[in-house]
């Protein structure tokens, strides 16, 4: 199994614009989380899912944030418009169900400038 | 009562000895409490994790003790090597959502 696969690795775009970050999920889990990581914050909790469907979306920070799982193998999540303190690394994880072992992907880091 | 503190911030040991890193947690609903390890560039893996029923468990050169009582749980790691320098997170959870720790670095002199 290739584990979570998060694109791009990399991200800089100048503020207002539009920036989308995908992940797939290992097959076969069943919940899909989005965090996002900085030095003042630490890891946060953004939005998790489970069989594609939003479950808690309370940690996404403002209406400038969406996340999308249109199916079990692939997830968007969306800034528009993108600020300079949305600049984070941003993971996905998935987790099998009834077992909390999350699996992280390499993370996408977002420059916003 | 959502809150996971974790100590010390930073940790700098010798090789071949036993780093210690502490969590302590607030809500008692919680029922899972693992441990992740990440490195540079890289997102968190799983390294260990129990479950309150029991008050030890060890992995390797990786121990998790559990003080139900205290509501503290810590990670040992037995002959620490240069190789396990990186950030270490504890974590508590119920409900497939973790609450985490703030991270702690962990450097190991050869």
């Known amino acids: 199994d290739a584990g979570v696969i998060q694109s791009p690795r990399h991200e800089v775009t100048e503020m207002g614009q539009e920036v989308t970050l995908r992940c797939k999920p290992i097959?076969?889990?069943?919940?899909l989380f989005w965090y996002r990581q900085t030095m003042m914050r630490g890891l946060e909790l953004l939005i998790y899912?489970?069989?594609?469907?939003?479950?808690?979306d309370s940690g996404m920070p403002e209406d400038r944030f969406s996340a999308k799982m249109p199916n079990a193998s692939f997830s968007t999540l969306k800034i528009q418009p993108s600020e300079p303190r949305d600049s984070a690394v941003y993971f996905c994880?998935?987790?099998?169900?009834?077992?909390?072992?999350?699996?992280f992907g390499s993370g996408t880091r977002l420059t916003v400038v | 009562q959502q809150q996971v503190k974790q100590s010390p911030q930073s940790l700098i040991v010798q090789k071949g000895g036993i780093p210690i890193i502490n969590c302590a947690y607030e809500n008692t609903a919680f029922d899972y409490f693992p441990w992740y390890q990440q490195f540079p560039g890289k997102g968190p893996a799983l390294l260990i994790a129990?479950?309150?029923d029991v008050s030890e468990k060890k992995e390797g050169r990786f121990t998790i003790s559990f003080n139900k009582s205290a509501k503290q749980f810590s990670l040992h790691i037995m002959d620490s090597q240069p190789g396990d320098s990186a950030t270490y997170f504890c974590a508590a959870g119920s409900n497939y959502q973790l609450i985490w720790g703030a991270g702690t670095k962990l450097i190991i002199k050869p």
């Open positions: 129990i479950r309150p």
């Open positions: 994880a998935s987790s099998p169900f009834e077992q909390y072992g999350y699996t």
């Open positions: 899912f489970n069989n594609n469907v939003p479950i808690d």
């Open positions: 097959s076969g889990h069943d919940y």
